[in-house]
């Protein structure tokens, strides 16, 4: 279950008129969020892995679990990184956990199997697909996967929110939050690296802290609409 670089630069307007105050938190939110699908792309390259076990990487680690309130799940996840050979150890967790040779110990990375019927490539799967096209984009030739794909749905909601696209923005967040959450409680009922129920964690928090953060902007610009 490998989303690759998942989504294509299919033209799209470089703005849509909002202000752009506030442009540094969504900017942040966006950069978080696509450090975050690294972790669903695919078995994570070595040298991620391996930058985050060393000194600036673990700082960056902590950083952004504190940001967002998670400071106990950084902890865990560095944890994990500090095991021996933890890049060989996070290509075999991902494996295990995402790509089917676990059978029922496995965890799902598509919206399909949490909404609807519970049938791969159902309804979410078309609703992405609308939803990519309305913003102007397409999934990458090299990504085989569906486009209800966590990390696909991740990067989408980064590049609405660093393109200012308010309305899809919202949609995506919300859409995360109804299923993401199924997917952390599988990751810390079967991942026994940790550093991916780490991850899951960490996405909940991220959504969380955007969410609000577009709540409150968006109530301010309602407000200041004459």
Not at 126 to 140: D, F, H, T
Request: hydrophobic share 45%; with cysteine.
């Amino acid at each position: 279950m490998r989303a690759g670089a998942a989504l294509t630069d299919a033209a799209f307007p470089a703005g849509n008129g909002q202000a752009e105050r506030d442009a540094g938190i969504f900017e942040a939110c966006a950069q978080l969020l696509t450090w975050l699908a690294r972790f669903f792309q695919g078995p994570p390259p070595a040298r991620f892995i391996e930058s985050l076990g060393a000194a600036p990487g673990r700082k960056l680690v902590m950083d952004i679990a504190s940001s967002i309130d998670e400071p106990e799940t950084g902890e865990t996840m560095l944890a994990a990184l500090s095991a021996e050979h933890a890049a060989l150890a996070a290509a075999r967790a991902y494996t295990q956990l995402f790509e089917g040779v676990s059978g029922p110990r496995g965890v799902s990375l598509y919206e399909s199997a949490y909404v609807g019927s519970g049938r791969l490539f159902g309804e979410p799967c078309a609703e992405m697909q609308r939803l990519l096209g309305a913003c102007g984009r397409s999934l990458a030739a090299e990504c085989r996967e569906p486009p209800d794909h966590l990390g696909v749905e991740i990067l989408l909601l980064a590049d609405r929110l660093a393109q200012r696209d308010w309305s899809a923005a919202v949609q995506l967040a919300d859409r995360l939050a109804r299923w993401a959450p199924d997917v952390a409680q599988a990751c810390a009922r079967r991942d026994a690296s940790h550093l991916y129920a780490a991850a899951t964690r960490l996405l909940l928090g991220a959504l969380r802290h955007t969410r609000a953060a577009l709540e409150i902007f968006l109530r301010i610009e309602h407000e200041q609409t004459p």
